[in-house]
RNA sequence: GGCGCUAUCGUCUAGGGGACCAGGACGGGGCCCUCUCAAGGCCCAAACACGGGUUCGAAUCCCGUUAGCGCUACCA
């Protein structure tokens, strides 16, 4: 989700601003990124429609260029091997944290005699190549934050290079950044610390200092980072679950960001318009699942349905609903399934199964729901298919309901389950026009079908 | 522990010294429309974390406190 949100910060800044969007895949932990993980990042953004500029890049494919920077530090003087092993480190860790300070490298391997550490790499004794971090202050103007400062002395020696040889993440993307000429990183806001180890490295390879924006993170609705125990996580859990992309980008962009005044729902072209990164927010923001539904709703009844009948189509392979169907069912919606879940009865005469709390609730009586029933069939009948339109069929009716004496009420809420199978559904009427008199017809006949033989 | 970031209704936010006894939206409560509501309309409750400054005047600027979060690896 946050990865998402990076992203569409990302895109939006580019497009506003007519630049490139560039996609990279760091893969340099090998447990972490799985061909899954890279391929959920694919699916995410394809499925929101961020599509990048250029081609894809592979952290990993890069080795060689990390290494041969790592080793032009080396040689300029900016870094120095470190043959501290992973376990004397954590011992030294550990003991100062027993005594309740802070752990810093305490730069011993840069104080060995050059003969010293000729020795010891000929010896082929391994080591880590470490950055020197240099007197002064780190500060940059973050476009989210304005000036943050770090007195270097509150940094660290830094690991860049492995004992394997292979590059550190700071390394690895500062090396990348300036290979493929990034102009601005945008990311969450924990980088920040490590945003002045990253300019460091970007002035000991001789390089120009990119524009940095450090976004706000998304948590849960326990104010704690967004993890599993939250439920759905992933841009593709919501895609599954009927949401649409317009409306997970619309969603997404209101958390961190705000185009101003009292703007909430807004298209993508009018977001990419709107975009601004004055309107970026430095609070973390809490996901608040139940407002994404109800933007879902909001874009659902925005969508043609033409729009929404691809998307349908696409996520039930097969199922191509009429327009006219979508259109009525898509207002009251607030997930795409709600559109497919209530579409049967439009689409097929097949007998509806009903949802229990409306026949609880419209057909509590079988026996008056079976008359009221078989009443609105005569009447309807009488109705010529020509003539079958909410406004012939809206009087009718009416005037069945003074003559059985009851409020139209009484009639059309359980016909409202028997031709929808639930108790909340658009107009009587309009349902009725929808479903056409053939359809419709039937679906009364088998409710009086089932009334016969649920009795009680 | 050290360093850093943040702080307006429960939540997302507007606000950038006087237009604010703080506006919108979600959620909650109520009413209306009405054939139902998960649609639409109207109304209500609900916030400037605290303490000091600066100023004629502070939600807005500065400093502290508190709280939350992040980082503190041969992870990314």
């Given at each position: 989700m946050g990865g998402a949100r990076t992203a569409l910060f990302n895109w939006l800044y580019a497009r506003h601003f007519d630049g490139d969007f560039l996609l990279r895949i760091e893969d340099t932990d090998k447990v972490r990124s799985t061909d899954e993980s890279t391929r959920a990042i694919f699916e995410g953004m394809e499925w929101l429609g961020l599509k990048w500029d250029e081609t894809v890049i592979y952290q990993g494919a890069n080795l060689e260029r990390h290494q041969k920077d790592a080793y032009q530090m080396l040689e300029s003087g900016a870094a120095y091997r470190c043959f501290c092993t992973p376990e004397e480190l954590d011992e030294r860790r550990k003991a100062a944290e027993a005594r309740k300070e802070a752990f810093k490298y305490d730069r011993r391997c840069d104080r060995l005699t050059s003969d010293e550490i000729e020795r010891r790499v000929a010896s082929g004794e391994p080591f880590t190549v470490r950055f020197r971090i240099p007197e002064g202050t780190t500060e940059w103007i973050d476009l989210v934050h304005e000036k943050i400062a770090f007195p270097?002395?509150?940094l660290e020696d830094f690991v860049?290079?492995?004992?394997?040889a292979t590059p550190i993440y700071n390394l690895a993307v500062v090396s990348d950044d300036i290979a493929m000429g990034i102009t601005i990183v945008m990311r969450g806001d924990d980088h920040i610390s490590n945003t002045p180890k990253q300019i460091l490295l970007y002035k000991a390879l001789g390089a120009e200092i990119p524009v940095f924006a450090h976004l706000p993170m998304i948590h849960g609705m326990d104010g704690?980072?967004?993890?599993?125990?939250?439920?759905?996580?992933?841009v593709g859990d919501y895609q599954h679950q009927g949401i649409l992309a317009d409306a997970m980008l619309n969603f997404l962009a209101l958390l961190g960001w705000s185009?101003?005044?009292?703007?909430e729902i807004m298209t993508k072209e009018e977001m990419v318009e709107l975009?601004?990164?004055?309107?970026?927010?430095?609070k973390a923001a809490i996901f608040d699942p139940q407002k994404l539904e109800w933007m879902n709703g909001q874009h659902l009844s925005r969508k043609s349905a033409d729009e929404l009948g691809q998307i349908i189509t696409n996520a039930n392979p097969g199922l191509v609903l009429p327009g006219h169907v979508i259109d009525l069912l898509k207002?009251?919606?607030?997930?795409i399934d709600d559109i497919v879940r209530q579409s049967g009865p439009y689409v097929s005469s097949d007998p509806i199964q009903y949802d229990a709390e409306a026949i609880g609730k419209n057909w509590s009586d079988k026996g008056k729901a079976r008359e009221i029933l078989a009443s609105a069939a005569e009447t309807l009948s009488t109705v010529s298919a020509g003539d079958w339109r909410a406004e012939h069929l809206e009087p009718a009716l009416r005037k069945l309901a003074e003559s059985l004496g009851v409020g139209a009420g009484k009639v059309f809420s359980p016909m409202r389950v028997a031709l929808t199978?639930?108790?909340?559904?658009?107009?009587i009427f309009e349902i009725l026009e929808a479903q056409g008199r053939d359809r419709a017809l039937d679906h009364i006949r088998n409710a009086l079908a089932w009334l016969g033989s649920n009795p009680g």
């Open positions: 270097n002395k509150d860049i290079l492995r004992s394997n704690k980072k967004l993890s599993k125990r939250h439920g759905a996580t992933a185009p101003g005044g009292d703007r975009f601004n990164p004055d309107g970026l927010q430095k207002i009251r919606a607030r997930r199978g639930f108790s909340v559904s658009p107009g």
